[in-house]
């Protein structure tokens, strides 16, 4: 099961990499097919086939023969990588007796948090890759994210026993914590001019609120501000940036999504238990 999840995140990462470029540029994501970015030639079928094709042409396209970008490969294992994580949050591993949130089998309940959970993985890769790219957190991939994120929240609500007034209701937790995420990033552009994060930084916030609620938005922040000062200041070290330089904010966001996402219970677990955060 789990080496199906990583072939089809191999599929549909292919699919992410295809989006990311074309959204730059505003070229259709549907119907056109896959082609050169240099030579513009269709791409045919077996030169298309995720990571393999990619190491048997040696980077290269088999028409113009100029490298076609190591980021396409780095995007399809990225996504495989993570439907396998899924896969295993679900199914377990049984060789190392790691059980699975549906181990005894898939019920609608379980369906809809998986797919929902593979929709997620899907919009953080690309707007992981997106903002690395081109400094641009897209509004045609966050404004849908935001809408299902709170269709799935409003379907956690109706299965929680909790009530709206509660702060612990799913939904609540997530519209405070996605507004408070929101109000702390304007904040930041209102104080620093724009000079520090962008307009997309808290439409991005605002999802990452939404998805984990509180107080895992805590973590989030907490693990977005961790990688991002460990990376610049790696950069700066390296003399690959300077304390002036632009860096994406997205990436480092998306990587802590990611982190609380997986494994968002333990650390809350390891809070609660040390440092008396959350409830």
Same mark, same amino acid.
């Given at each position: 099961?789990?080496?199906?999840?990583?072939?089809?995140?191999?599929?549909?990462?292919?699919?992410?990499?295809?989006?990311?470029?074309?959204?730059?540029?505003?070229?259709?994501?549907?119907?056109?097919?896959?082609?050169?970015?240099?030579?513009?030639?269709?791409?045919?079928?077996?030169?298309?086939?995720? $990571?393999?094709?990619?190491?048997?042409?040696?980077?290269?396209?088999?028409?113009?023969?100029?490298?076609?970008?190591?980021?396409?490969?780095?995007?399809?294992?990225?996504?495989?990588?993570?439907?396998?994580?899924?896969?295993?949050?679900?199914?377990?591993?049984?060789?190392?007796?790691?059980?699975?949130?549906?181990?005894?089998?898939?019920?609608?309940?379980?369906?809809?948090?998986?797919?929902? $959970?593979?929709?997620?993985?899907?919009?953080?890769?690309?707007?992981?890759?997106?903002?690395?790219?081109?400094?641009?957190?897209?509004?045609?991939?966050?404004?849908?994210?935001?809408?299902?994120?709170?269709?799935?929240?409003?379907?956690?609500?109706?299965?929680?026993?909790?009530?709206?007034?509660?702060?612990?209701?799913?939904?609540?937790?997530?519209?405070?914590?996605?507004?408070?995420?929101?109000?702390?990033?304007?904040?930041?552009?209102?104080?620093?001019?724009?000079?520090?994060?962008?307009?997309?930084?808290?439409?991005?916030?605002?999802?990452?609120?939404?998805?984990?609620?509180?107080?895992?938005? $805590?973590?989030?922040?907490?693990?977005?501000?961790?990688?991002?000062?460990?990376?610049?200041?790696?950069?700066?070290?390296?003399?690959?940036?300077?304390?002036?330089?632009?860096?994406?904010?997205?990436?480092?966001?998306?990587?802590?999504?990611?982190?609380?996402?997986?494994?968002?219970?333990?650390?809350?677990?390891?809070?609660?238990?040390?440092?008396?955060?959350?409830?």
């Amino acid at each position: 099961m789990i080496i199906i999840f990583f072939v089809a995140g191999l599929i549909i990462g292919s699919f992410l990499g295809a989006v990311n470029y074309r959204l730059k540029i505003d070229e259709d994501i549907v119907w056109k097919r896959s082609h050169c970015p240099h030579c513009k030639k269709t791409i045919r079928w077996y030169d298309n086939i995720p $990571l393999l094709s990619f190491i048997l042409l040696f980077g290269r396209c088999r028409n113009c023969r100029k490298y076609i970008s190591w980021e396409y490969p780095l995007i399809e294992l990225m996504t495989g990588v993570l439907f396998a994580a899924v896969a295993i949050r679900f199914f377990g591993i049984q060789w190392f007796g790691i059980s699975g949130i549906a181990s005894g089998g898939l019920g609608a309940d379980a369906i809809i948090k998986m797919s929902f $959970l593979l929709f997620t993985v899907c919009y953080l890769v690309l707007i992981f890759w997106h903002d690395y790219d081109y400094m641009l957190i897209p509004d045609a991939v966050v404004y849908p994210a935001i809408l299902i994120t709170f269709f799935y929240k409003v379907y956690e609500y109706v299965q929680s026993p909790l009530t709206i007034t509660s702060l612990r209701s799913p939904l609540t937790s997530a519209f405070f914590a996605a507004l408070g995420t929101a109000v702390f990033f304007f904040f930041l552009i209102w104080i620093s001019k724009g000079k520090w994060i962008g307009g997309g930084d808290v439409k991005l916030g605002f999802l990452a609120g939404l998805m984990v609620g509180y107080p895992k938005i $805590l973590f989030v922040m907490f693990f977005t501000y961790f990688i991002g000062a460990v990376v610049s200041l790696t950069f700066i070290i390296l003399k690959k940036k300077t304390w002036k330089s632009q860096i994406p904010f997205g990436p480092f966001m998306v990587t802590a999504l990611l982190i609380v996402m997986f494994f968002g219970n333990h650390i809350q677990m390891w809070a609660n238990r040390y440092l008396d955060i959350g409830y």
